[in-house]
């Protein structure tokens, strides 16, 4: 009878349960806990896949301005273009601060007194970054291959490189990204009847007109095409006496190394080499 009475009190207490002090412990455990996890991962997962919803509609944005300048292009002189965009806390900026020098070469020796500096306007919609979806300093193209490091144009690379660059960056440690739209300079060499060599380089000019910045909840940009300039650079003659001569295009954007070079071979007793600026002359404005 006592080993009875033994496992009927055992009984008992199990069936008392656990203490409400206990369970309340434990369930404030597992609300910690799941914060925690919420914090660590969920939220920061979240955090990227809003910036990389924001950097996709930016991309769709500027293809959207692409495509419409492009369009503009082949207009008449004195066309306009009106195109709608809608991107909440973001900011469109006239980036008008980049340099392109153009150094034409005559057998590696640079012909300095044709050196010319010229300006290399972008369109660039700025967001804040949440996340570290981005490192510092890093690039991508939106458009393309990754490999277009390049802003001039030859007949071997614009078969597989975009005249326009679409480009999102984070040009410092601070959350901020860059996306920007700009065009690449096309380089066209033409041999001509007499011996003449002529090199024609085009671009796209933008001129911002009033404000170069917006913050954009629903903004407006007008385009107006102004035509197709061309600015002659120089016209020399050279003598060949010594048979082929090489001759170079090198081209650089704000103080970097060159990044392309069209090399040219021709053999004749005297030539002209021309070189010729062309460009595609837009104004911007932000309204």
Known sequence: M??????????????????????????IGLFVAAIG???????????????????NSTSSHLQTLDDGLRA?????????KLIKLRAESSTIIGDNVSTMTIIPFMNGTD????????????????????????????????RGT?????FSLNETTIRDTPWSILNVSRPSDKPILNSSLSYRMMVKNEFQS????????????????????????????KFQYNGVIESPIFTRLYNTNAGNIKL?????LAGNNAFVEVPLQFAGSS?????????????????
């Open 194 to 221: 007499g011996n003449s060599i002529v090199t024609t380089l085009t671009y796209v000019n933008f001129n911002f007109v009033g404000a170069l910045f917006k913050t954009i909840a629903t903004s407006n940009i």
């Open 248 to 252: 170079s295009l090198s081209t650089k």
């Open 2 to 27: 006592k080993r009875i009475r033994i496992r009927l009190l055992n009984v008992s207490r199990l069936r008392r349960g656990v203490s409400p002090v206990i369970a309340t412990v434990f369930l």
């Open 146 to 150: 990754a490999n277009q490091d390049f």
């Open 111 to 142: 012909m300095s007194s044709f050196v010319t500096s010229i300006t290399f306007p972008r369109i660039v919609i700025t967001n804040p970054l949440a996340s570290d979806l981005y490192s510092p300093f890093e690039h991508q193209y939106l």
């Open 37 to 55: 996890a919420v914090l660590t991962i969920i939220y920061p997962n979240l955090q990227t896949i809003d910036d990389q919803i924001q950097i």
């Open 72 to 80: 503009l292009l082949v207009q008449s002189s004195g066309t306009e």
């Open 271 to 287: 030539f002209y080499w021309t070189l010729n600026l062309r460009y595609y002359d837009v104004n911007v404005s932000f309204e």
